[in-house]
């Protein structure tokens, strides 16, 4: 007993040791005063409006970008820093093992690798400045409020903010679903979006990264005007959730929109000149090689009938385990020529992707927001530096188009790049990329109207000039896929000889599913199928009510929230074929929830698709793949389904006759989407679920009146600019 006794002290007293060491090894804040006198180095001011969206005034353009970093720490610090410690490869330091694996995907990546190789070379001095100043706004916030602060983050750095690019751009064409399946085929990972495990990596969620934007020129406007909408479907919360904001300089950036927590420039909006939406494009940008290892030397790979010898880096993560107790973790990464090298159970596989050591992107974002005219716009695109995205664009001269912009691999042709490619022939390590004169685009089309919904670009327009499939190769990898929503938006499209802006809100805000969409045509030829005998009454009778559904998705429709919980496998399979037995399986799980927490299938839509932010629960309308787009998480334990994606920050822009702006916003929470105590934590929602909208100050005498507060960060609030 006494032996017991002396061991039990003796592992007590080791573990107490060990905790007091951990802990006394802890790294600390760094003396805050030289970050807060950062705040001296500039000359801006913030002016929030009724709404508490930051105008940011600043003399010059680094001065604005470091008005942003600070409005925007204001606002979302915790997801701002979340970013940051993401984009280092240090995010399980703070929030423990759950991170490790994002840590090592951005260190497999080479995301740091590229940005210490490129970034005195390839980055501009100016962006360099925009980077820090936006860094510093950042650093001003946290040392004024320690106690938020990460003890991994200070300071963050112009560097944080190019290689915050470098490692989230490729993960909007879907890189990171990619890698995840290809480690597991039959439960793929990805990086998670929404704030819940944000930045971890988790099974694929199949949450939207999509959007749709339109443009209408003079000709097809009942006003005259140009007319362009910006709306992007994002997780409602997270690092890829909006934030509004509108930035001025006197150097002549003017720009109001929405950009991400990170990002140090407006990424899509409108300046007095012009103005483009985003959406999703996932062409097929990345490459996977299966090699073939030396069963004599697994430090080496055969390329072209010779043995070549890997390269080798170490991951290293660590990863805060309990209390103070961390751990190092090291992993071995090879890389071949081909790219990094990921071990898998059923074989090595190098990794090839599109914006491999792209350090560009902050520059290409910053050139965007100060162009002035078409051609200034398309010299921004033809630097060829951002891997994917569409732009739906609109200007005050009366053009518009839309770009399929992509950095399209140069692939030889006679290869099928969609499957894994044999990793031992060098002509298939493609290099370099394809140019501007060969992105797909529909620039000015006769009927005056363009769109993209997450389509292929040959259909941008309801006329018949979009760009031609048999111009462009195979080995471009374009996509196929057609959603609802674009179907839809040609469909009402060509109904209107004359589109006023009261048209597009109609055309944007309809929640109807388009008879032909891949979620109507399957759900009909299930329900032509279905072997009735194998349902119970209440679901014969539910099954009648679904066929004759009208395909709508608003509040008060009675039988679309069956209709929309039974299709929820068709539209998670993006295009790809579903089991009769799934869609079966989940008509029934529907009909027995909607009876178990409603009474009746019989409910209103709005009754279960809920907006729920705080204390705030409303009704909506629209589905996924709606223009009036929502996503909605499983039911709760109240029978309700929370709005997660979908339509969030969106924006109506016109240019009249003589050129004058005018624009027209919401975003679904409001501005301090992360502040409960803050009166805009959810303020917008009603106007957002009632789809209305707020004028945008976009001029500052449009601010008279509305100015709630005016301050200059790391000054007292009296201290006020003259304008």
């Not at 909006?242 to 899509?268: C, K, M, Q």
């Not at 009735?532 to 559904?549: C, F, G, I, S, V």
């Not at 037995?581 to 009746?600: E, M, N, P, R």
């Not at 969030?648 to 003589?658: I, Q």
Request: no cysteine; net charge negative.
């Amino acid at each position: 007993m006494k032996l017991f006794k002396k061991i039990l002290f003796l592992v007590l007293a080791m573990v107490s040791v060990t905790f007091v060491a951990a802990y006394l090894t802890l790294p600390s804040l760094p003396d805050l005063t030289p970050l807060k006198s950062k705040a001296n180095e500039y000359d801006v001011e913030i002016l929030r409006d009724d709404w508490g969206i930051p105008h940011v005034y600043g003399k010059r353009d680094m001065d604005t970008a470091f008005g942003l970093g600070y409005a925007q720490s204001e606002d979302d610090f915790a997801t701002l820093q979340g970013v940051v410690l993401a984009t280092r490869g240090t995010l399980a330091a703070q929030i423990g093992p759950k991170a490790a694996k994002t840590d090592f995907v951005v260190q497999y990546m080479g995301v740091w690798d590229a940005v210490d190789k490129y970034y005195d070379a390839k980055v501009p001095a100016h962006i360099k400045q925009i980077a820090q100043a936006y860094a510093d706004g950042v650093n001003v916030y946290a040392a004024q409020n320690p106690q938020k602060v990460s003890r991994y983050l200070l300071p963050v750095t112009a560097k944080d903010l190019i290689a915050g690019f470098t490692f989230k751009t490729p993960m909007f064409y879907g890189f990171d679903k990619a890698l995840g399946h290809l480690v597991d085929p039959d439960e793929p990972h990805e990086i998670a979006k929404s704030q819940q495990d944000a930045l971890t990596i988790i099974p694929a969620q199949n949450l939207p990264i999509g959007s749709q934007g339109i443009a209408i020129a003079p000709n097809r406007s009942e006003e005259g005007s140009t007319h362009l909408l910006v709306n992007s479907h994002q997780p409602l919360t997270g690092p890829v959730a909006w934030y509004e904001a509108r930035l001025h300089s006197e150097d002549g950036w003017n720009i109001v929109g929405s950009t991400f927590p990170g990002a140090p420039v407006i990424i899509h909006g409108h300046n007095e000149h012009l103005g483009w939406s985003n959406t999703v494009n996932k062409p097929d940008l990345v490459d996977f090689y299966k090699l073939k290892i030396n069963p004599e030397n697994d430090n080496e790979y055969l390329l072209d009938g010779q043995w070549q010898t890997f390269e080798h880096k170490t991951a290293s993560m660590l990863v805060t385990l309990f209390g103070p107790l961390r751990w190092t973790f090291t992993k071995d990464i090879k890389i071949s020529q081909h790219g990094p090298v990921m071990e898998t159970e059923h074989g090595w596989y190098a990794a090839r992707w599109a914006g491999m050591e792209e350090v560009r992107t902050l520059e290409f974002m910053y050139d965007m927001n100060k162009a002035r005219n078409q051609k200034e716009f398309e010299n921004v695109l033809a630097m060829n530096a951002m891997p994917s995205i569409n732009y739906v664009y609109a200007d005050k001269e009366g053009n518009i188009a839309h770009y399929y912009n992509a950095k399209f691999p140069k692939r030889i042709e006679g290869w099928d790049w969609k499957k894994v490619l044999p990793g031992d022939r060098s002509e298939l390590i493609w290099q370099g990329y394809r140019d501007f004169t060969m992105m797909p685009k529909t620039v000015n089309p006769k009927s005056g109207f363009v769109y993209n919904a997450n389509n292929p670009p040959f259909m941008s327009t309801d006329g018949d000039d979009d760009a031609k499939p048999d111009d462009y190769p195979a080995s471009m990898g374009i996509e196929t896929f057609v959603t609802s929503r674009a179907l839809q938006i040609e469909t009402l499209a060509k109904k209107e000889n004359r589109i006023s802006l009261t048209k597009l809100k109609h055309i944007k805000f309809d929640n109807a599913y388009h008879p032909k969409s891949h979620q109507i045509q399957t759900l009909n030829t299930w329900l032509t199928n279905i072997n009735t005998e194998e349902l119970n009454t209440q679901e014969q009778q539910a099954l009648q009510q679904l066929k004759n559904w009208n395909l709508k998705t608003d509040k008060n429709n009675s039988i679309a929230a069956l209709a929309v919980l039974t299709i929820e496998p068709i539209q998670k399979a993006n295009g790809e074929q579903v089991k009769s037995a799934l869609i079966t399986q989940h008509f029934k799980q529907a009909v027995a929830d909607l009876i178990k927490y409603h009474g009746s299938i019989n409910v209103a839509y709005g009754e279960v698709f809920r907006l729920i932010h705080g204390d705030k629960n409303l009704a909506i309308s629209g589905g996924p793949d709606t223009l009036r787009a929502v996503y909605g998480k499983a039911l709760n334990d109240q029978g309700q389904a929370e709005n997660r994606a979908g339509d969030g920050y969106m924006m109506f822009v016109s240019w009249d006759k003589n050129g004058a702006v005018y624009s027209e916003a919401v975003h679904q929470y409001g501005s301090a989407t992360q502040d409960e105590n803050s009166s805009h934590f959810n303020d917008q929602m009603e106007m957002f679920v009632d789809e209305q909208l707020r004028l945008v100050p976009f001029a500052l005498q449009d601010l008279a009146g509305q100015v709630t507060r005016r301050y200059r960060p790391g000054q007292p609030e009296t201290r006020l600019l003259e304008h």
